[in-house]
Nanobody
Framework: QVELVESGGGLVPAGGSLRLSCVASGRSFSNYAVAWFRQAPGKARDFVASITASGGNSYYTAPVKGRFTISRDNAKNTVNLQMNSLKLEDTAVYYC???????????????????WGQGTQVTVSS
């Protein structure tokens, strides 16, 4: 089992950039697929991006394609989410999640992820 801690959230103007980090403690992080989800006020939690255990493949929800990049460094037990060209609608709490048995990683199904971080707030201002 791993534990996840997110960081890097904050207040940023529209068009700006932020880099979120998810640091894992525990063993065998390199065996886990990892995803970012987000939840805006009053809305359901949505899939943002995911990356395979090896880091060889990544997937994105359509609204963030071309603006967000997910990456991982297994030697440092870290997954990052680089967010560029931020929009007002990107405002949300962002959660990092890890799963050992993610079979449909491209679909971003939250029930496939076993471990979740506490979340970090991202606020995009006009």
């Amino acid at each position: 089992q791993v534990e996840l801690v997110e960081s890097g959230g904050g207040l940023v103007p529209a068009g700006g950039s932020l880099r979120l980090s998810c640091v894992a403690s525990g063993r065998s992080f390199s065996n886990y697929a990892v995803a970012w989800f987000r939840q805006a006020p009053g809305k359901a939690r949505d899939f943002v991006a995911s990356i395979t255990a090896s880091g060889g493949n990544s997937y994105y929800t359509a609204p963030v394609k071309g603006r967000f990049t997910i990456s991982r460094d297994n030697a440092k037990n870290t997954v990052n989410l680089q967010m560029n060209s931020l929009k007002l609608e990107d405002t949300a709490v962002y959660y990092c999640a890890a799963g050992l048995s993610v079979t449909r990683i491209q679909w971003g199904l939250d029930h496939e992820y076993d471990t979740w971080g506490q979340g970090t707030q991202v606020t995009v201002s006009s």
